[in-house]
């Protein structure tokens, strides 16, 4: 009876942007200075407009919001990597590359004041809205790479992201499984940001990383540095090409870090020490970048005044825009249950409006 | 006109649909070539391609999740779950996401799926493949909830469920898949999801049913008509969700008095919920409370003592009766 | 707090009742809900349960005479139970109160009955719209479901009833429809006379005869009033004109126009004989609709002649002919019988000198004619004994609305017209 190694498995690690701005030449990868100077543009605007929405949240001009503060790079570089008629599958932390994706900073705050009118985008037809139950996008992501093959679309990627706590779930690894069995062009995006709200990653699971769960499913994997914007999007870009090649999903595992609060409705102090937080700070993905890119001559000081004067701007019309609006159809909630109005939606509609007008009388 | 079982009809309904159709697609666990346990999927391989008839790793919220992405993707996705006793794994996906696209992205995006499920008792089955839980799938917005009760009704309501816009939740009452067999027309009358069907007209007493139970209760029916001058009106419920309130409050307006059959669990079940619709909108003509026939509230036993807690023909006989009677 | 206990308001038709007995002594204790009194009208007899808890006064003493609102008796609210000593009964909590039943009392109080526990709980919903809705007093009501419930049949059934008995007569057509009656009373005999009976079920049409026949017996004060009217006139205006007639209208010239032309004479100058009694109110019609008995195989029925003031004599002979035809083809519709606010019999063509004729309800009066005998007669101005055809007439009327002066003014107009049938010309 043979007893032997059957098979091996090793997982890679990728950075070529350190934490002080140096880049590795040999692994640089080949992006245009126009797509350079678009991901920094959309890594300020994120971070700058997440600053603003949690300001507006607690001014209490809007609900409870998620905060993407230290993740621009691992948000922002993967969306780079498709194209318009790829699908673009998020959770409800990736701010940054839903505006890549066309969304506008209005549609956010719309979502955010508690309109689903924010996630009705029909300029970004290939977007799909917030997921929030944790993992379960990534299988209608498998599912959307499927129909794309089937309906004949040849070259169609489809980019899921997912948190780090949420490959805990079943949803994850049947993803991972299904993509893998069906070897459709799926790239999961893992924004390893170390905390499941106030859970630990040592906590919520025993890997040491979370690239090797894709071994299991003998799906190409690879551990990134993900506040370095070159590193996130070199991996993702080589994890689409394969997928357009017909070479099946990949799983990219982010590390990054969640500088802020889960959500508005979180207090990270409780949690995690500021010495973390500070330590974090300072590897953080947009000082990295703008240093890269003031080195290779992209960049310099009149240029940020600009971009900041202009992205205030942009955020000021935004919420000037977002503020104006009114006259939300009350009912509106009756015409999304079915594609035709049933019997008893209509009687509850009906119901719903005369109640409205009791509401009006009574004051 | 063709005589055949509800298994046959619904393998028929696929196979046509399919012909019709080519972003309709079969997907679950064993349905490709092995055609399904019961063998509601047969053929469908060879005809179609195993592009469109896939067997799928062994997971429900897998088979569910994916089939989400292919519709909203384009494609019609026809899924199996084996048993509905193992859907409940799938079921924060359909909750979750299959249920709520449309709302969610203001029908930026849509899920038209199918999600086709043998459930019900009495067939001398194992644990967790007797039980007629719809009420879950029927409490969510979004979806459909369509049961059957013959070869006819689930040839075309089957073809109504993949050509509906929504998700609909098909289930299929595994005890009439082969107890018997009825007309399949060539080319049927199109169904509407969403009706019940007044099934006999009748002026004493209403009586609803559906799936298997509606069976047993027709024979009930008939035979109380063969003894007596009781004129019974039946209603075959056929849509759980949403519910034809409209003609189960005529029909009881009519009557005055009512019965429900169901084979699930009495508390919380499609009878309270046809009950409620009569309060809310027949109650001035009820004459005598509405009587539900149900399975208790334990677990349907395994197949030893399955039959004594199951709804028996007795006991839709007695219920009517004291109904009429009141 | 003293309450006084009044007569309830029963129903729309009834003023009066009389208190049989005293349920409660004068001066005893009475408990919410305790029976009272038992108070007999025309219609029903009740029992009437108090509506407070207190010491009783009796007002007025049993059986007496009394008006509906008449305050009979008082309650002393401030009088607790203990202080009366025989009475050990605890007062019922609030919640448990119900209005007293006071049947055939109108929509409020049959609601208000309804929303009480009391009594009447075990009414279906179904059964209780209906009640309310056709404002019915579900005590009247005999309940055929289990344990005597009433189920929606019987209040339908009711209904029917109620229905009927509100139009004059039931159609002949549907006579043959209608269910056989069960037969409930055998003869009660020592000796077997079966054989020397032939027993046949009564039609609808004479059940519902004689019940309204006898209803309106026991209901109006009926009284006769003859007179007699030499019919030569007539007699020689219809020989004169009887070819005329014909050729104009295609139909002989009869009596009936006459009499139907002189009653509307009358009714004209006596209007109560053409009113009717509605509840407390007298309704006096302004038009004449006169009903013409008519007799057919499954009994007597009384088509309408509408508006016949305004009629001519050939119109009237007509519409007569008409209605008779359709009566003896069974082809009479509800319209034709129904709404006359006066009716003419005529006994005479079976040879009837003499009789008192029934009141067709809710109508006041009745006209009988009788067969034309010639009789010996002394005639004025010469008081010569002469043989001339005459007829006895017979007016029978309700005397709670007519008075004996109306009512032989009224017949004797009708000789008037008669004898002389130009003043139905010149309407004088």
């Given at each position: 009876?043979?007893?032997?190694?059957?098979?091996?498995?090793?997982?890679?690690?990728?950075?070529?942007?350190?934490?002080?701005?140096?880049?590795?030449?040999?692994?640089?990868?080949?992006?245009?200075?126009?797509?350079?100077?678009?991901?920094?543009?959309?890594?300020?605007?994120?971070?700058?407009?997440?600053?603003?929405?949690?300001?507006?949240?607690?001014?209490?001009?809007?609900?409870?919001?998620?905060?993407?503060?230290?993740?621009?790079?691992?948000?922002?570089?993967?969306?780079?990597?498709?194209?318009?008629?790829?699908?673009?599958?998020?959770?409800?932390?990736?701010?940054?590359?839903?505006?890549?994706?066309?969304?506008?900073?209005?549609?956010?705050?719309?979502?955010?004041?508690?309109?689903?009118?924010?996630?009705?985008?029909?300029?970004?037809?290939?977007?799909?809205?917030?997921?929030?139950?944790?993992?379960?996008?990534?299988?209608?992501?498998?599912?959307?790479?499927?129909?794309?093959?089937?309906?004949?679309?040849?070259?169609?990627?489809?980019?899921?992201?997912?948190?780090?706590?949420?490959?805990?779930?079943?949803?994850?690894?049947?993803?991972?499984?299904?993509?893998?069995?069906?070897?459709?062009?799926?790239?999961?995006?893992?924004?390893?940001?170390?905390?499941?709200?106030?859970?630990?990653?040592?906590?919520?699971?025993?890997?040491?990383?979370?690239?090797?769960?894709?071994?299991?499913?003998?799906?190409?994997?690879?551990?990134?540095?993900?506040?370095?914007?070159?590193?996130?999007?070199?991996?993702?870009?080589?994890?689409?090409?394969?997928?357009?090649?017909?070479?099946?999903?990949?799983?990219?595992?982010?590390?990054?870090?969640?500088?802020?609060?889960?959500?508005?409705?979180?207090?990270?102090?409780?949690?995690?020490?500021?010495?973390?937080?500070?330590?974090?700070?300072?590897?953080?993905?947009?000082?990295?970048?703008?240093?890269?890119?003031?080195?290779?001559?992209?960049?310099?000081?009149?240029?940020?005044?600009?971009?900041?004067?202009?992205?205030?701007?942009?955020?000021?019309?935004?919420?000037?825009?977002?503020?104006?609006?009114?006259?939300?159809?009350?009912?509106?909630?009756?015409?999304?249950?079915?594609?035709?109005?049933?019997?008893?939606?209509?009687?509850?509609?009906?119901?719903?409006?005369?109640?409205?007008?009791?509401?009006?009388?009574?004051? | 006109?063709?005589?055949?079982?509800?298994?046959?009809?619904?393998?028929?309904?696929?196979?046509?649909?399919?012909?019709?159709?080519?972003?309709?697609?079969?997907?679950?666990?064993?349905?490709?070539?092995?055609?399904?346990?019961?063998?509601?999927?047969?053929?469908?391989?060879?005809?179609?391609?195993?592009?469109?008839?896939?067997?799928?790793?062994?997971?429900?919220?897998?088979?569910?999740?994916?089939?989400?992405?292919?519709?909203?993707?384009?494609?019609?996705?026809?899924?199996?779950?084996?048993?509905?006793?193992?859907?409940?794994?799938?079921?924060?996906?359909?909750?979750?996401?299959?249920?709520?696209?449309?709302?969610?992205?203001?029908?930026?995006?849509?899920?038209?799926?199918?999600?086709?499920?043998?459930?019900?008792?009495?067939?001398?089955?194992?644990?967790?493949?007797?039980?007629?839980?719809?009420?879950?799938?029927?409490?969510?917005?979004?979806?459909?909830?369509?049961?059957?009760?013959?070869?006819?009704?689930?040839?075309?309501?089957?073809?109504?469920?993949?050509?509906?816009?929504?998700?609909?939740?098909?289930?299929?009452?595994?005890?009439?898949?082969?107890?018997?067999?009825?007309?399949?027309?060539?080319?049927?009358?199109?169904?509407?999801?969403?009706?019940?069907?007044?099934?006999?007209?009748?002026?004493?007493?209403?009586?609803?049913?559906?799936?298997?139970?509606?069976?047993?209760?027709?024979?009930?029916?008939?035979?109380?008509?063969?003894?007596?001058?009781?004129?019974?009106?039946?209603?075959?419920?056929?849509?759980?969700?949403?519910?034809?309130?409209?003609?189960?409050?005529?029909?009881?307006?009519?009557?005055?008095?009512?019965?429900?059959?169901?084979?699930?669990?009495?508390?919380?079940?499609?009878?309270?919920?046809?009950?409620?619709?009569?309060?809310?909108?027949?109650?001035?003509?009820?004459?005598?409370?509405?009587?539900?026939?149900?399975?208790?509230?334990?677990?349907?036993?395994?197949?030893g003592r399955e039959l004594l807690y199951l709804p028996s023909k007795g006991h839709i006989r007695k219920a009517i009766q004291e109904t009429i009677d009141f | 707090m003293i309450v006084e206990i009044k007569i309830p308001v029963i129903g729309e038709s009834i003023t009066e009742g009389f208190i049989v007995e005293w349920m409660k002594?004068?001066?005893?204790?009475?408990?919410?809900?305790?029976?009272?009194?038992?108070?007999?009208?025309?219609?029903?007899?009740?029992?009437?349960?108090?509506?407070?808890?207190?010491?009783?006064?009796?007002?007025?003493?049993?059986?007496?005479?009394?008006?509906?609102?008449?305050?009979?008796a008082s309650i002393d609210t401030d009088v607790q139970a203990a202080e009366s000593a025989e009475e050990k009964v605890v007062t019922p909590v609030q919640n448990d109160t119900a209005p007293p039943i006071t049947p055939s009392a109108g929509m409020e109080q049959v609601k208000a009955t309804l929303s009480s526990r009391d009594g009447?709980?075990?009414?279906?919903?179904?059964?209780?719209?209906?009640?309310?809705?056709?404002?019915?007093?579900?005590?009247?009501?005999?309940?055929?479901?289990?344990?005597?419930?009433?189920?929606?049949?019987?209040?339908?059934?009711?209904?029917?009833?109620?229905?009927?008995?509100?139009?004059?007569?039931?159609?002949?057509?549907?006579?043959?429809?209608?269910?056989?009656?069960?037969?409930?009373?055998?003869?009660?005999?020592?000796?077997?006379?079966?054989?020397?009976?032939?027993?046949?079920?009564?039609?609808?049409?004479?059940?519902?005869?004689?019940?309204?026949?006898?209803?309106?017996?026991?209901?109006?004060?009926?009284?006769?009033?003859?007179?007699?009217?030499?019919?030569?006139?007539?007699?020689?205006?219809?020989?004169?004109?009887?070819?005329?007639?014909?050729?104009?209208?295609?139909?002989?010239?009869?009596?009936?126009?006459?009499?139907?032309?002189?009653?509307?004479?009358?009714?004209?100058?006596?209007?109560?004989?053409?009113?009717?009694?509605?509840?407390?109110?007298?309704?006096?019609?302004?038009?004449?609709?006169?009903?013409?008995?008519?007799?057919?195989?499954?009994?007597?029925?009384?088509?309408?002649?509408?508006?016949?003031?305004?009629?001519?004599?050939?119109?009237?002979?007509?519409?007569?002919?008409?209605?008779?035809?359709?009566?003896?083809?069974?082809?009479?519709?509800?319209?034709?019988?129904?709404?006359?606010?006066?009716?003419?019999?005529?006994?005479?063509?079976?040879?009837?000198?003499?009789?008192?004729?029934?009141?067709?309800?809710?109508?006041?009066?009745?006209?009988?004619?009788?067969?034309?005998?010639?009789?010996?007669?002394?005639?004025?101005?010469?008081?010569?004994?002469?043989?001339?055809?005459?007829?006895?007439?017979?007016?029978?009327?309700?005397?709670?609305?007519?008075?004996?002066?109306?009512?032989?003014?009224?017949?004797?107009?009708?000789?008037?017209?008669?004898?002389?049938?130009?003043?139905?010309?010149?309407?004088?």
């Amino acid at each position: 009876m043979p007893q032997k190694t059957i098979k091996e498995f090793s997982v890679e690690y990728l950075q070529i942007l350190d934490e002080n701005g140096k880049v590795d030449n040999k692994l640089e990868p080949e992006i245009s200075d126009d797509d350079l100077l678009k991901l920094y543009h959309y890594m300020v605007l994120s971070r700058e407009a997440d600053t603003k929405l949690i300001k507006l949240q607690r001014q209490g001009r809007l609900g409870t919001l998620p905060a993407c503060m230290g993740q621009e790079a691992s948000i922002c570089a993967p969306t780079l990597a498709i194209n318009d008629k790829d699908w673009f599958v998020g959770s409800y932390r990736e701010l940054g590359g839903r505006l890549m994706r066309g969304e506008s900073l209005v549609k956010t705050m719309l979502l955010y004041n508690g309109y689903e009118e924010g996630s009705y985008n029909p300029d970004s037809p290939r977007t799909l809205p917030i997921s929030v139950v944790l993992a379960s996008q990534l299988l209608y992501a498998v599912g959307l790479a499927y129909a794309s093959r089937q309906r004949g679309e040849t070259d169609t990627v489809v980019l899921a992201f997912v948190g780090d706590g949420a490959t805990s779930e079943g949803d994850f690894h049947e993803a991972l499984n299904f993509a893998s069995v069906w070897k459709v062009p799926v790239v999961f995006i893992n924004q390893n940001n170390q905390y499941a709200i106030s859970t630990p990653r040592h906590k919520q699971m025993n890997s040491e990383t979370i690239a090797q769960k894709a071994i299991a499913y003998d799906m190409p994997s690879i551990q990134v540095d993900g506040n370095d914007v070159l590193a996130v999007y070199k991996a993702t870009k080589e994890a689409v090409d394969r997928a357009r090649a017909g070479e099946g999903p990949s799983l990219i595992e982010s590390v990054t870090y969640r500088m802020l609060m889960h959500t508005t409705a979180d207090d990270p102090t409780r949690y995690r020490e500021d010495a973390e937080v500070e330590g974090w700070a300072k590897k953080d993905p947009i000082t990295r970048f703008k240093k890269y890119l003031t080195e290779r001559k992209l960049w310099n000081a009149s240029k940020q005044k600009k971009l900041d004067a202009d992205i205030a701007a942009e955020i000021d019309s935004s919420v000037k825009e977002f503020e104006a609006m009114s006259d939300f159809k009350p009912d509106a909630h009756f015409d999304y249950v079915f594609a035709e109005e049933s019997e008893l939606i209509k009687e509850q509609r009906a119901e719903f409006l005369e109640n409205l007008k009791g509401d009006a009388d009574n004051g | 006109m063709a005589k055949m079982n509800m298994i046959q009809a619904i393998n028929l309904a696929l196979h046509r649909e399919m012909e019709g159709d080519d972003s309709v697609l079969v997907m679950g666990e064993d349905v490709a070539v092995n055609g399904g346990v019961f063998r509601a999927t047969e053929g469908l391989l060879e005809k179609f391609g195993d592009k469109r008839v896939i067997d799928t790793p062994l997971a429900e919220a897998g088979i569910v999740g994916t089939a989400t992405g292919m519709a909203i993707g384009g494609l019609k996705p026809v899924t199996e779950m084996q048993f509905s006793g193992f859907s409940y794994n799938m079921f924060h996906q359909l909750e979750g996401n299959a249920s709520r696209m449309r709302a969610r992205s203001r029908g930026q995006f849509t899920v038209p799926l199918v999600i086709r499920m043998p459930f019900g008792g009495g067939v001398r089955a194992l644990e967790h493949h007797s039980e007629s839980k719809e009420v879950y799938y029927a409490h969510t917005p979004g979806i459909k909830v369509v049961i059957p009760s013959r070869p006819a009704n689930a040839f075309a309501l089957l073809r109504a469920a993949i050509q509906d816009p929504d998700p609909v939740i098909f289930m299929e009452p595994k005890r009439s898949y082969r107890s018997f067999k009825g007309d399949v027309a060539d080319n049927p009358e199109p169904m509407q999801i969403g009706k019940a069907e007044i099934v006999q007209g009748g002026k004493d007493i209403t009586v609803i049913s559906w799936g298997a139970m509606f069976h047993d209760t027709q024979q009930v029916v008939e035979e109380l008509q063969a003894d007596s001058d009781i004129s019974i009106e039946l209603l075959d419920l056929l849509t759980i969700s949403p519910m034809d309130a409209v003609t189960i409050a005529e029909s009881v307006k009519k009557t005055g008095r009512c019965v429900v059959v169901q084979e699930a669990h009495r508390s919380f079940g499609p009878a309270s919920e046809i009950i409620a619709h009569i309060n809310d909108r027949a109650l001035m003509y009820l004459e005598a409370p509405v009587k539900r026939v149900t399975m208790y509230d334990t677990t349907v036993p395994l197949f030893g003592r399955e039959l004594l807690y199951l709804p028996s023909k007795g006991h839709i006989r007695k219920a009517i009766q004291e109904t009429i009677d009141f | 707090m003293i309450v006084e206990i009044k007569i309830p308001v029963i129903g729309e038709s009834i003023t009066e009742g009389f208190i049989v007995e005293w349920m409660k002594g004068d001066g005893e204790f009475v408990n919410v809900d305790d029976n009272l009194y038992e108070l007999e009208t025309d219609k029903i007899t009740m029992t009437i349960q108090s509506e407070h808890s207190g010491q009783l006064k009796i007002i007025v003493p049993a059986e007496s005479e009394v008006d509906i609102g008449q305050v009979v008796a008082s309650i002393d609210t401030d009088v607790q139970a203990a202080e009366s000593a025989e009475e050990k009964v605890v007062t019922p909590v609030q919640n448990d109160t119900a209005p007293p039943i006071t049947p055939s009392a109108g929509m409020e109080q049959v609601k208000a009955t309804l929303s009480s526990r009391d009594g009447l709980d075990n009414l279906s919903p179904a059964v209780r719209r209906l009640v309310v809705e056709k404002q019915i007093d579900p005590t009247l009501i005999k309940g055929t479901g289990k344990g005597g419930r009433i189920i929606k049949d019987d209040v339908l059934k009711h209904l029917e009833n109620i229905s009927r008995a509100k139009f004059p007569a039931i159609l002949p057509e549907r006579v043959e429809e209608m269910p056989e009656p069960i037969l409930t009373n055998k003869p009660v005999s020592q000796y077997d006379i079966s054989d020397r009976q032939t027993r046949k079920p009564m039609s609808r049409l004479r059940q519902r005869l004689s019940e309204r026949l006898v209803n309106a017996q026991q209901t109006a004060a009926i009284l006769t009033t003859f007179n007699e009217a030499d019919m030569s006139a007539v007699i020689e205006y219809r020989k004169k004109y009887k070819d005329a007639f014909l050729d104009k209208y295609g139909l002989k010239l009869g009596f009936m126009s006459f009499f139907v032309k002189a009653t509307v004479e009358a009714l004209k100058r006596v209007p109560a004989v053409n009113a009717q009694i509605d509840g407390n109110d007298i309704v006096y019609n302004n038009y004449y609709d006169i009903g013409v008995a008519v007799s057919t195989d499954s009994g007597l029925v009384v088509p309408v002649i509408r508006d016949a003031d305004k009629l001519s004599f050939g119109q009237i002979e007509q519409a007569i002919a008409e209605l008779g035809k359709k009566a003896r083809e069974r082809k009479l519709t509800l319209d034709d019988l129904q709404g006359g606010t006066f009716t003419i019999s005529n006994g005479g063509i079976f040879g009837s000198m003499m009789s008192t004729p029934i009141l067709n309800s809710p109508q006041s009066a009745i006209l009988g004619m009788h067969a034309i005998k010639n009789r010996a007669v002394v005639v004025e101005p010469d008081n010569t004994i002469e043989v001339r055809p005459m007829m006895y007439l017979a007016v029978s009327y309700d005397h709670r609305l007519i008075d004996g002066a109306e009512s032989v003014t009224f017949l004797k107009h009708i000789v008037e017209c008669l004898e002389n049938p130009e003043r139905i010309m010149f309407e004088v």
